[in-house]
């Protein structure tokens, strides 16, 4: 299968760079997966789309501050630091740039000295492995000196950096926001349980490699990035639950689908787990758990565009997208959304 099978045409404006006002109140096509038929709707319609007895999967990974920017000890240089996951104790796996200037051995300082690192070795895909001394918490120090590292398309500078976290986040680890969950309000949660829906949350700490480039012609030879996961008993007890009795399973966000698709066996049953996945969802794959998907859109030729293929089947997708196009949605991390029902 051919990486530019999933392309198409996406005019630079339709990028959104900026959240909206009110979160609940961006566009929501709604797609019917069986036979490509597309509604456009507002977000906060969603209630109207779920049913008592339904189980909604929310991820509520909280992104921490993983952008510092500081300067090379040895000669002041500037040097950027992201970091993708904590590896133990102290020591995280980062992506450094300018990469060429930060060799093993090489000492780092941000805020005034405030958080020193060493850069350990040079590991897969060229990220280094730091380790960081201080004095006091380390959440602290970077909750202050750290910036949201959004993604490489959005230009413009967030104002609130609360607009890139879901209302829901709680557990802190991601590098990325999942970001079909912006559209909810505390509000709107609040009509979906009182409407008889399950609201479920596990955890998914995403890593900057959901914005990695497949590089690869063909989808097969693609190496999906890992991230860590956890599925608590509760939930697990939940999801299984809401299946045996018939309701629909409906991830928000190609994250909670991940998890789900993860954490399932053969048999159909969510297992109770922390792990790490890498598991690459492409059009063959047959989906154990997740029956709908609330996710925005995504870029051309990328592993979500793949799964959102997946799940709803290529031309669907691709119809849709450049209906939505036509129709000017706004695509990406603060764009609009899309129910894959």
Not at 89 to 118: I, M, N, S, Y
Not at 145 to 150: D, E, F, R, T
Request: proline share 4%; aromatic share 8%.
């Amino acid at each position: 299968m051919e990486v530019s099978e999933f392309d198409y045409e996406l005019p630079k404006e339709l990028i959104a760079q900026d959240p909206i006002p009110d979160r609940s109140a961006s566009r929501l096509m709604i797609l019917d997966k069986k036979t490509g038929e597309t509604q456009d709707r507002i977000f906060r319609d969603i209630v109207d789309e779920l049913n008592p007895g339904d189980c909604l999967v929310i991820n509520d990974t909280k992104v921490i501050p993983a952008r510092l920017l500081g300067q090379r000890e040895e000669t002041g240089g500037h040097v950027e630091v992201l970091l993708l996951k904590r590896k133990e104790g102290d020591v995280w796996e980062c992506l450094v740039r300018p990469g060429k200037k930060c060799r093993p051995g090489t000492h780092l300082t941000f805020g005034d000295g405030r958080l020193k690192a060493e850069i350990l070795e040079v590991v897969d895909d060229g990220d280094r492995l730091i380790h960081f001394t201080y004095d006091g918490i380390f959440e602290e120090i970077l909750d202050q000196l750290g910036q949201m590292p959004l993604p490489p398309y959005i230009t413009h500078e967030l104002k609130d950096k609360n607009r890139y976290q879901t209302v829901y986040a709680s557990v802190a680890g991601s590098a990325a926001a999942p970001t079909a969950g912006l559209h909810f309000t505390k509000e709107l949660l609040q009509q979906i349980e009182a409407k008889g829906v399950r609201i479920v949350r596990i955890t998914l700490h995403v890593g900057l490699g959901t914005f990695r480039p497949v590089k690869v012609d063909e989808v097969e030879n693609h190496h999906m990035h890992s991230e860590i996961y956890r599925v608590t008993p509760e939930a697990a007890e939940v999801i299984n639950r809401t299946k045996k009795e018939g309701g629909r399973v409906i991830a928000v966000g190609t994250t909670s689908c991940r998890t789900l698709e993860s954490a399932t066996g053969d048999d159909g049953i969510l297992r109770a787990e922390t792990k790490w996945t890498d598991i690459f969802i492409y059009p063959g794959y047959q989906f154990k758990m997740v029956d709908a998907l609330i996710t925005n859109f995504h870029l051309p030729k990328s592993t979500l565009i793949m799964l959102v293929s997946a799940l709803a089947g290529r031309e669907h997708i691709l119809n849709a997208y450049q209906e939505a196009v036509r129709k000017k949605y706004r695509f990406f991390s603060f764009g609009d959304a899309m129910f894959i029902r």
